[in-house]
């Protein structure tokens, strides 16, 4: 595999053309399931294979375990708005700047394999009572051309979860560990 492989072990996110319930369900069923599946892959690891970087130049294991809480938190608060405001202009952040925070490199990564247990309950359950009209407000990013629907967001952040889970599932098979 090459680098940009181990990057984006199951392809880049690219939007559908067209979402139905049954997508919208497979997503919603894939953000709920990340918590346990992500505990479940990280529970094995010591805490020098955590502070191993999934690709070179890569983040750690610990790096990304520490993203997936920020970003979704993120993503939940972004959902927030925009189901209360129009078409809210969201707050960027430096992810790369995030990942490189004390906390991020040196943390314990049960502090945010709880904190992603609570909050995808909590967006689970906000996901699962939008109406399809909820799911047609959209969010707009500076860096976007065009604002985002949250049936759009929905599928984003399934494969956002997806994503990192493949990265580090994909290095812990690599290592035989």
């Keep these: 595999m090459s680098n940009e492989e181990f990057r984006f072990p199951i392809g880049a996110f690219k939007a559908q053309s067209h979402y139905n319930e049954v997508d919208l369900a497979s997503y919603i ?11 479940n892959t990280v529970s094995i ?30 993503s939940y608060i972004r959902y927030r708005w925009a189901l209360t405001e129009e078409t809210p202009t969201i707050k960027p952040y430096n992810e790369k700047r995030w990942a490189q925070l004390p906390d991020a490199i040196e943390g314990p990564i049960e502090l945010s394999l709880k904190l992603l247990d609570a909050l995808h309950a909590r967006w689970v359950l906000l996901l699962k ?5 909820d ?16 049936t759009v967001m929905t599928h984003l952040y399934a494969w956002h979860g997806e994503h990192h889970l493949s990265q580090i599932s994909n290095l812990i098979s690599r290592k035989g560990w």
């Excluded at 069923?29 to 505990?39: M, N």
């Excluded at 999934?54 to 993120?74: C, E, F, M, P």
């Excluded at 009572?129 to 009209?133: R, T, V, Y």
């Excluded at 799911?135 to 949250?150: I, V």
């Design 29 to 39: 069923g894939s953000i709920e399931q990340l918590p346990p599946q992500l505990s």
């Design 45 to 74: 690891l010591s805490d020098d294979q955590l502070d191993c970087p999934y690709r070179k130049g890569g983040w750690t294991v610990r790096q990304v375990v520490h993203h997936l809480a920020d970003s979704h938190i993120n």
């Design 129 to 133: 009572q939008m109406s399809q009209e």
């Design 135 to 150: 799911y047609l407000k959209e969010l707009s990013h500076p860096q976007w051309k065009t604002p985002l629907s949250l």
